[in-house]
Structures are given as structure tokens and as C-alpha cells.
T-cell receptor
């Protein structure tokens, strides 16, 4: 157990809908990152939040957005869902944004877009 | 950007065998992690090892940062070792962890 939790575990949506995924960081961790993992691939970085602000983003369109709350929990929002958005979405937390800090991953949310 | 390549892509072992997984990266890094992803998708931290050698039970890892590679050793493999092994390195800006494509390990009884 990493202490990072995610909800829901599974989700089915249809193309064009919007979805919100949630993540609760490990206690004391102020930095959270989100990753998308397509089937058979390694995780791809979506963005990172530190002190409630986005401070790093991968190659994902603006319809992928996020929030971090004062208690360091986080949300990933995806608008106008596309079939290719079907993937495992992973949240990771760490003690600080410094590169030397180990990231701890949650169990993920499996999203299927039909 | 930095490239991370893992080999082999797939590996099938008999229980009790040893194995070595390799991770090559194209630029200098100051953070490298090895993960095991179980069949349910959970990424489990194995090692944080930007340089040097570490051991944890039957697993050990060595990173030679100057030559831009890391090795993960699994000794006396067990069926519970099955899954996908990823190495990942930190890109210098924005907290971006770059993953390799993984090595899928299957340990047969």
C-alpha cells in the first residue's frame, strides 16, 4: 500500500461526455502528478500540481485539466471524451516537487470510452 | 527529449531462475526509479536508484549514471514476480517522469 487512493476504480463513458477522476495523496505529500497509461504502453505524464497550481504539463490537449485542493487531494477532468482516452489513469504523489523525491502511485482508474 | 529504452520487452522464466532487466537512457538523470506493475495495474516502487547499487531481498539494482544505464536483477524468481517492470527517469523540468516501455515478465511454476 502506497497511501495514495483513487476513485472510482472503473468507469464507462460515451464519446463526448465529461469525466472527473479523484486522487488522495499520501499523508504529508504536497505534489501530485497524473499519468495516462494506454494498453501495452508505459505511463505518459499529463501534468503536475504543487500548492494548488499546475507547474508542469505533458503533451496533452487543454480538455485535460486538473485541480489540487488545500488538503493536497486532486482531480483530473477530461472534457469531450474521445475513444482514445480509454486508458488507466494513475495519480502519483511525492513529498516535494524536487526531482530527487520518490513518487508513489495510486491503484489507478480504468476509463473506457464507448 | 530524453529517451528511455528497456530490454528485453518480454521474458519467460521457470520458477527459480535468475534474470537481468536493462534500462538505457539517453541523457544524464538525477532520479531513476524501478517499478513493478501487478496484473491489477498497481505500480509498486522497487528502487529509487540514480546511481550505485541497492538490494532488497531477492531483488537488486545497479545504475551506472556515467554510462546511462540501469540493471534490475531478480534472483530465484517466483510466480508472484510476474508482471511488467518499468524503469522511469525524471526529466529536469516540470516534474515529468519518463517511463520506458516496460519488460513483461512471466514466471512459470
Amino acid at each position: 500500500e502506497t497511501g495514495v487512493t483513487q476513485s472510482p476504480t472503473h468507469l464507462i463513458k460515451t464519446r463526448g461526455q465529461q469525466v472527473t477522476l479523484r486522487c488522495s495523496s499520501q499523508s504529508g505529500h504536497n505534489t501530485v502528478s497524473w499519468y495516462q497509461q494506454a494498453l501495452g504502453q508505459g505511463p505518459q505524464f499529463i501534468f503536475q500540481y504543487y500548492r494548488e497550481e499546475e507547474n508542469g504539463r505533458g503533451n496533452f490537449p487543454p480538455r485535460f485539466s486538473g485541480l489540487q485542493f488545500p488538503n493536497y487531494s486532486s482531480e483530473l477532468n477530461v472534457n469531450a471524451l474521445e475513444l482514445d482516452d480509454s486508458a488507466l489513469y494513475l495519480c502519483a504523489s511525492r513529498l516535494a516537487p524536487a526531482n530527487r523525491e520518490t513518487q508513489y502511485f495510486g491503484p489507478g482508474t480504468r476509463l473506457l470510452v464507448l | 527529449g530524453i529517451q528511455v529504452e528497456q530490454s528485453p520487452p518480454d521474458l519467460i522464466l521457470q520458477e527459480g531462475a535468475n534474470s537481468t532487466l536493462r534500462c538505457n537512457f539517453s541523457d544524464s538523470v538525477n532520479n531513476l526509479q524501478w517499478f513493478h506493475q501487478n496484473p491489477w495495474g498497481q505500480l509498486i516502487n522497487l528502487f529509487y536508484i540514480p546511481s550505485g547499487t541497492k538490494q532488497n531481498g531477492r531483488l537488486s539494482a545497479t545504475t551506472v549514471a556515467t554510462e546511462r544505464y540501469s540493471l534490475l536483477y531478480i534472483s530465484s524468481s517466483q510466480t508472484t514476480d510476474s508482471g511488467v517492470y518499468f524503469c522511469a527517469v525524471f526529466y529536469n523540468q516540470g516534474g515529468k517522469l519518463i517511463f520506458g516501455q516496460g519488460t513483461e515478465l512471466s514466471v512459470k511454476p
